[in-house]
């Protein structure tokens, strides 16, 4: 017995339970077909919840739904896309049509095999992933060369959407920069903060030091890529030169620069003894934490005339770029942001779990292999990444960042 997709126009899961053994062979033989019924029972049933039973008199919900007829949509089932009708709903409250949510769910199913695929980017290595492989060969007749071959595919698909997404779409009020050694070399990332208070990776690159060229030619490549500067950006950065030079060749006077407290802290403190390692961190750290930026700079300016007397190069060290540490104290948005944007933290988060992602490669071939990696788990990453805190306020930072930008200008 022969079945197509048009002999099972309008029928249902319980219509298929309830046919011959013929019929029911022929379903098992094709498979797909028994995989679209269930689909389609799976969203009836979201449908008979909001809008009751075909002609029932008794709505749910108020009545607020009424069926309206059906759509055609897609499912993935294997290696193919199937064709299935997906039933509408009339929302009166909102005045449109609506899918149900299930088929969003449906729509988006992983194969077995990009199954294994999300293993194997959720930090298995390339020589360890024949064990995920085993567990479903048998079923599904996957093969360690098949595997790896989909996985080259897929993940050299996903740097090519990484690299190429379109940044336009987001009105973008940060970027943290900052680099991670990843077996010898050196990754630069840069990570977006929208007014939405979403934290978006948005590029990197592979490079042997923190050289202000290359940096600027991965920000030239965002700006290309449609990130809108005009209204400034706050750049939380490390003490790096070269990408602080980077950002201000890139961004000129739009780039308002929040550097890492926690570097700088931490670099005084290396030129002390033990003793005077715990002093100064705690007087640095309250300095820090000052509510206004008169009061921290009057600390800060203690603590360097007392360092002089008691090491000239911690005094230094303290002393070079201070004012960029207290960005966040002038501009008035210590309080709502100091606790995200006065340090690296945020992208030093990023970097340890890209870290945790890549710690199972025994050996890297290629930069190839290198950057399809880096690019998978970031886009894995970022989908499990929490907005920054104090987010819906993100409207005063970026006004205060106008006003600076404009301030500066008028000094000029």
Known sequence: MKLDRNDLKGKTLSWALEQGIDTKIALLQHYQ??????????????VRLLAG????????????YSRWGSNPGSIRLEHEKVPIEVQRLYDHEIGGTIEPKTYRKLHQMETPENTVIDGIIKGLSMSDYQAVVGRLVESFGLSRSSVSLRFIEESTEKLKVFEERPLDNHRFVSLFIDGKYLAREQIVIVLGVTLEGEKIPLGFLQTHSENSGPIKDLLNKLVDRGLNFGKGLLCVIDGSKGIYKAVRETFGARAVIQRCQWHKRENVLNYLNEKDRKIYKRRINKAYQSDTYEEARMQMDRIIHDLERLNLSAARSLAEGLEETLTLHRLGLKELFGKSFSTTNIIENLNSQLGRYLRNVKRWQSSDQRYRWVACAL???????????????LNVMAMKIQAEIEKQKKQK
């Open 33 to 46: 077909h028994l995989g679209c019924l269930l689909a389609e029972e799976i969203m009836a049933e979201e």
């Open 379 to 393: 886009l894995e990453i970022e989908l499990r990444m929490r907005k920054v805190s104090n987010y819906r306020h």
């Open 53 to 64: 039973a075909p002609y029932s008199r008794n709505k749910p919900h108020g009545g607020r």
